[in-house]
């Protein structure tokens, strides 16, 4: 076995009040671990439990030698030196301990029973109490009165009687301990009630001590960590347990079970958040809103009491934004994501935020819309862009979008705008989302034809009014559209392609080198269409209806090997 099982076996032997046995386990596992302080605390709490006080204060000092800064070492030591009435010495234990841990309950405890121990004996002298009267109060005590049962102790108590020194003789006899104690007026069972000794260290009398009252059996936990539990620590494991309970069935579905259980838990152990946040989730699954928002601003206050790690903070936070989000009341969804994110950064809170944040923004658009207020908007827009007040006609546009983003005239006017302005880049996006919304609304292509002829962009300008001309079904446009091709093949014709000084046979030769000219040139195809252009000027009106040829014609163009326009 390896030296956590022995000290695990250890453990549940002590708690069976097996001394013995708890003392050979964990003597086992110092032997495979000797520098584990905790082996050593255990170990002493079990000899203090056998009123061994020697034995139980070199283990104690072990544990303190091995772990200076464990507030538990000082309290098994100060429990030995109680035990051996060595009250100044506990005391000076006791408050070392404390400057470690000062909210340290059992070791407050243990200081407290000490410095009254020690004003009783500064104030009447332990010999007092083995006065000639000592029988008397025995034999009125029934934990006492047994004790003058035994010869040996009463011999013991006649000496102390005769030499109050040899009291110091004696002391190593735990009945003299329990009989001190009694006449002391503290409880006379032992150890147990000594300062230092915690709950989870309740130790019997000896089979040679006078019998007691039964005593009420511990519930026969595992100790929690490397500790002995306490009675705080067994609730506290409870508490998890009741929460276990919760959580399997908070996943059957069965919330009204689950609550009970968080309920308990609750009860049990008040400073675990979590417990909360679960109970909080409960809530949400059934629709019960307002109580997770309740819950978690619990468990958010409870926290910051006990200074909770900030991930569960973040986590109460989220679920009230998740809560809220439910409601669709979507301020106070960002609101508490915010907060979330700003405890601990997760990428589940980040996501809900830009998913609350945008559907909020959708749903102010939706309030703000309203198709009549956009015609007016554009009708002003209009006004204006006729008086040349570009900058306020864009800003009408602009209030005119807002109201009713799905009208494709709004965009196309803000884009005549832009363009007006030279806002080039805001003009063509104008353009794309105007068609975007309508690809039969002739004048957005029209207009975007126009951006990119400005741009020097001629083979997209002739894709685009060849694109406006299949969407000008009923030829109302055809005038403009053609006028911007003539535009457009003029510019062509003035040769930009060529570079200064190179002649028009030198500009075809280069051009001829461009692998994607070299393709279109030995197509078959594309020869006979070329041939065709040229014996008759329809042909090409006729070749250009086909999208590949048209493309394929600009490209030659665009390198000059065609020349084109109205001569």
């Not at 070199?58 to 000082?74: C, H, P």
């Not at 006379?188 to 009398?205: C, L, N």
């Not at 009230?320 to 405890?343: D, M, R, T, V």
């Not at 923004?361 to 198709?371: F, L, Q, S, V």
């Amino acid at each position: 076995m390896s030296a956590e099982e022995y000290k695990a076996q250890g453990n549940k032997a002590f708690l069976a009040k097996d001394y013995p046995t708890a003392i050979d386990h964990f003597s086992k596992a110092i032997e495979l671990d000797p520098t584990n302080h905790v082996l050593f605390s255990n170990r002493s709490a079990c000899y203090a439990s056998q009123k061994d006080y020697e034995k139980a204060l070199e283990d104690g000092e072990k544990t303190v030698e091995l772990k200076a800064d464990w507030s538990k070492g000082y309290g098994r030591k100060a429990t030995a030196l109680f035990g051996l009435g060595r009250y100044p010495e506990a005391n000076d234990v006791y408050e070392a301990g404390l400057k470690i841990e000062p909210t340290n309950v059992q070791l407050q405890k243990g200081l407290q029973d000490t410095k009254q121990a020690m004003e009783k004996e500064a104030s009447m002298g332990i010999g007092q109490f083995f006065g000639p009267d000592v029988f008397t109060k025995m034999a009125a005590n029934p934990k006492l009165a047994p004790l003058l049962a035994q010869p040996d102790l009463v011999e013991k108590v006649r000496s102390i009687q005769a030499n109050p020194n040899a009291l110091n003789q004696h002391m190593q006899d735990p009945r003299i301990m329990s009989l001190l104690m009694g006449l002391m007026g503290l409880d006379a069972r032992g150890p147990e009630d000594f300062p230092g000794a915690s709950e989870e260290e309740e130790i019997p009398s000896p089979a040679a001590a006078a019998p007691k009252k039964a005593e009420e059996p511990k519930k026969a936990e595992e100790p929690k960590d490397e500790e002995m539990p306490s009675e705080e620590e067994l609730n506290k494991k409870e508490s998890l347990k009741a929460k276990d309970l919760g959580n399997a069935s908070y996943k059957a579905r069965k919330f009204e079970e689950a609550l009970g259980h968080y309920a308990k838990a609750w009860e049990l152990d008040s400073t675990n958040v979590s417990i909360l946040t679960n109970k909080a989730a409960v809530y949400f699954e059934m629709g019960n809103f307002d109580d997770c928002i309740k819950t978690c601003e619990e468990a958010i206050d409870v926290g910051r009491e006990h200074r909770a790690d900030y991930k569960l903070i973040a986590k109460a936070l989220g679920r009230i934004g998740n809560a809220y989000a439910k409601q669709n009341k979507l301020p106070e969804a960002i609101k508490y994501y915010g907060k979330s994110l700003a405890e601990h950064r997760t990428p589940d809170i980040l996501a809900k935020l830009k998913e609350a944040e945008k559907a909020k923004a959708k749903a102010d658009k939706e309030a703000y819309r309203d198709p009549a207020l956009s015609a007016e908007a554009r009708d002003r827009g209009n006004a204006l862009f006729k008086k040349s007040d570009f900058v306020e006609a864009v800003k009408e546009y602009t209030e005119a979008i807002k109201r009713d983003d799905t009208d494709p005239r709004a965009y196309s006017n803000r884009a005549a705008c832009y363009t007006k302005l030279m806002a080039i880049h805001e003009a063509l996006k104008d353009c794309e989302t105007c068609i975007s919304l309508d690809p039969k609304f002739v004048k957005g292509y029209i207009r975007k034809a126009a951006i990119q002829f400005l741009k020097k962009e001629y083979t997209e300008c002739l894709e685009t009014c060849q694109q406006a001309k299949d969407a000008d079904v009923e030829k109302k446009n055809t005038a403009e559209i053609d006028g911007q091709i003539n535009k457009v093949y003029t510019e062509m014709n003035r040769g930009p392609q060529r570079r200064e000084g190179e002649t028009e046979a030198e500009t075809i030769a280069r051009a001829q080198q461009d692998p994607e000219v070299q393709r279109i040139m030995s197509d078959p195809a594309m020869r006979s269409i070329l041939q065709q252009m040229q014996e008759d000027p329809q042909a090409a009106q006729d070749h250009m209806k086909n999208p590949m040829v048209a493309a394929n014609i600009r490209k030659l163009v665009a390198a000059g090997i065609i020349r084109v326009g109205n001569n």
